[in-house]
């Protein structure tokens, strides 16, 4: 689903590698298309030797790709961005646009993507598929969601903020999370997002910019 924290967690992961590794990420959409893909590979690689490329510095190279599952498949059903992809994996390099028909070799290229488990995932090949490892994330328990924003508003209206706003407003704290959660319950099962109503998505960001709103808002006019 959206908003478990798949894309924090994979840009997290891959600060882990340090200087030796030079990581970017490009996020898929609807209108991206094989040459978009393929002019970010070329912008991020430069020639070692010959017809051969890769990072600057000699460095190994990490390529994000967010929302893998979102571009378009082509008039004839095909999936190029995907299909360029599995060839940089599988052949380690690609044909140079400038030169049609030059191979370009990419020595030292890992790629991870990350993508929402919906209807758009089922456009994801096979044959690219079976180069990734899979993990699933799921969506947050009771107990860990009501450990998550409850740390948020206590950090928050510790000491002096806590001080400023009033006894009522301080007291009604500890029942906005299990609210807020039920609130998101019942958004999910009343309102689900239709070809009409697309952006009725309710996550656990829309949660998310629940609390920011309040630890944005002045502890002195919490009345």
């Given at each position: 689903p959206?908003?478990m924290g798949?894309?924090t967690t994979?840009e997290?992961?891959?600060?882990?590698?340090?200087?030796?590794?030079?990581?970017s990420k490009i996020?898929?959409?609807?209108?991206t298309?094989s040459?978009s893909l393929q002019e970010?590979?070329d912008?991020?690689?430069?020639?070692?030797?010959?017809r051969?490329y890769?990072?600057?510095n000699?460095?190994?190279?990490n390529v994000f790709v967010d929302?893998?599952?979102l571009?378009?498949?082509?008039?004839?059903?095909?999936q190029?961005?995907?299909?360029?992809?599995?060839?940089l994996?599988?052949d380690?390099?690609q044909y140079?646009?400038?030169?049609?028909?030059?191979?370009?070799s990419?020595?030292d290229?890992?790629?991870?993507?990350?993508?929402?488990?919906?209807d758009?995932?089922?456009?994801v090949?096979?044959?690219?598929?079976r180069h990734?490892i899979t993990f699933?994330?799921l969506?947050p328990?009771?107990?860990?969601?009501?450990?998550i924003?409850?740390s948020?508003?206590?950090?928050?209206f510790?000491?002096?903020r806590?001080?400023?706003?009033?006894?009522?407003?301080l007291?009604t704290?500890?029942?906005?999370v299990p609210?807020?959660?039920?609130l998101l319950a019942?958004l999910?099962?009343r309102l689900?997002p239709?070809?009409?109503?697309?952006?009725?998505e309710?996550n656990?960001?829309?949660i998310a910019s629940?609390?920011?709103?309040?630890?944005?808002c002045?502890?002195s006019a919490?009345?």
């Amino acid at each position: 689903p959206g908003g478990m924290g798949k894309t924090t967690t994979m840009e997290r992961f891959l600060e882990q590698f340090g200087d030796s590794h030079a990581s970017s990420k490009i996020s898929f959409n609807g209108c991206t298309t094989s040459q978009s893909l393929q002019e970010f590979l070329d912008s991020k690689i430069q020639r070692r030797q010959g017809r051969t490329y890769g990072a600057e510095n000699s460095k190994k190279l990490n390529v994000f790709v967010d929302d893998l599952s979102l571009p378009k498949d082509n008039e004839h059903g095909e999936q190029p961005c995907m299909e360029l992809l599995r060839q940089l994996i599988e052949d380690s390099g690609q044909y140079n646009l400038d030169k049609p028909g030059e191979w370009k070799s990419i020595l030292d290229v890992s790629v991870c993507a990350a993508m929402r488990q919906n209807d758009t995932a089922d456009r994801v090949s096979a044959r690219l598929q079976r180069h990734f490892i899979t993990f699933g994330m799921l969506p947050p328990s009771a107990e860990a969601f009501s450990t998550i924003f409850s740390s948020v508003l206590e950090l928050y209206f510790a000491d002096e903020r806590a001080a400023a706003a009033s006894k009522e407003a301080l007291a009604t704290l500890h029942r906005l999370v299990p609210i807020t959660r039920e609130l998101l319950a019942a958004l999910k099962t009343r309102l689900r997002p239709t070809a009409s109503t697309w952006h009725y998505e309710f996550n656990l960001r829309s949660i998310a910019s629940v609390f920011q709103g309040i630890v944005q808002c002045p502890a002195s006019a919490l009345q």
